[in-house]
């Protein structure tokens, strides 16, 4: 399985950005999505997490309400539309996946995640 991520760049405050994971390989296989982003020198973070089975989404605390994801399964891409910025949104966002039907407190853990696509900046300016 191979993940490209893509859709990051600059935006301002209050602005939006969609950001886009294709999956290519076995993705018949894959039961759970993830968005994780990171700043440099602190830990990968949850943001959002789509999981196959009752297509259910969950989302950090602090993307609620303005970031949703999404899945296109004819394309094998997941989405994460992001609305309402804020500059602390800033961050390289990597796009995860795996073939664990994972429960609900799992999907948060980024080590429960097999595969990765490289990171897509987003900057957030003020």
């Known amino acids: 399985v191979q993940l490209q991520a893509s859709g990051g760049g600059l935006v301002q405050v209050g602005g939006s950005l969609r950001l886009s994971c294709a999956a290519s390989?076995?993705?018949?296989?894959?039961?759970?999505v993830g968005w994780f982003r990171q700043t440099p020198g602190n830990a990968r973070e949850f943001v959002a997490a789509?999981?196959?089975?009752?297509?259910?989404?969950h989302y950090a605390t602090s993307v609620k309400g303005r970031f949703t994801i999404s899945r296109d399964s004819a394309k094998n891409t997941v989405t994460l539309q992001m609305n309402s910025l804020k500059s602390e949104d800033t961050a390289a966002y990597y796009c995860a996946a795996s073939r664990s039907r994972m429960i609900q407190s799992s999907v948060s853990v980024d080590s429960m995640y097999e595969f990765w696509g490289q990171g897509t900046q987003v900057t957030v300016s003020s």
């Open positions: 390989g076995r993705t018949d296989s894959l039961y759970t």
């Open positions: 789509f999981r196959r089975s009752g297509s259910m989404t």
